[in-house]
């Protein structure tokens, strides 16, 4: 029987059901076996409890914590199952997954829209699939919801109380679960030795453009300790550039030696800023596009790529839209 470790965050899985939910302070372990004794036919189920808290509270240590269990134990578990809260459930994959360099094993985050112990709940469906599908050949960090397997730095939280939570828009499904288990076959394979990176940064910068937006606001900042400046522009890449132009900031950041770097607003597609006059001239600013990664993707491979690079942006900016772990798709130059 396939050994898979199951390691609890907290988020709302774990809480005691009610017209309030609260972080449950007892054993994950028992609400497991007690609710849903089933899995034990699926595979030996070992649990972690590194923390239980709001995963709106997780960071860069939590995420460290997490690689560092999964590294500690890669030898004797065939696959690895982390339950986590929803809300930055995206993050902690696309960190995870930047993390373990050549990933042998699968390793899938879920969690749910309710309790365990409530009656009506999601909760048992994705645990008992993502314990199942941890023990297929998958060597991919994903995200399991509502029958469906995720790259996870591939994924987005679209909705707040669906059980349909997730979704992917640039990147098909590693496996979907109906009467049968059916393997997409997209998933990536290692190239090399495992290996766990664990420097992160927090000198990013994410903002939302609209319209009416005011590039003064930015200014201040860029004298300060941010790297990377991460804009959510419009459609293809595209941001103003008459009345209260972004061009002149993306000029000051490139000429200060950090980066800025356009995503967009639209979940589907790529940003391209050669297509309209609004991207070009972020372009010939000094701006650089996320392509078709997520903005969740790109906020932590900046802070990722800062980390191995101590802070260099200029590195940064060299291999941002080189593919870490399936998070973009590289594009030729024509």
Known sequence: MKKILLIHTGGTMGMTAGEHPSLATKQFEDEVFRHVPGVKNIA??????PFNIDSSNIGIRHWVEIG??????????????????????????CALSFMLTNLPKPVILTGSQRPLSAIRTDAKNNLINAIELATYDIPEVGIFFDYKLFRGNRTIKISIDDFDAFSSPNYPLLAEVGLNIEIKNFHRTPTGIFRLHKNFSNDVFCTRLFPGFNPVTILSLIDSPIRVFIFEAFGSGNVPILENSLVPIIQKISGSGKLAAITSQCVNGSVDLALYDCGQQALEAGAITCGDMTTEAAIIKAM????????NAGKVKNNFNISIAGEITERSDP
């Open 68 to 93: 560092s269990i999964i590294e500690e134990h890669m030898e004797t578990y065939d696959g690895f199952v982390i339950i986590h809260g929803t809300d930055t459930m995206s993050y902690t994959a």
């Open 44 to 49: 030996h189920i070992d649990f972690k409890n």
């Open 304 to 311: 990722y790529l800062l980390g191995q690079f101590d802070g």
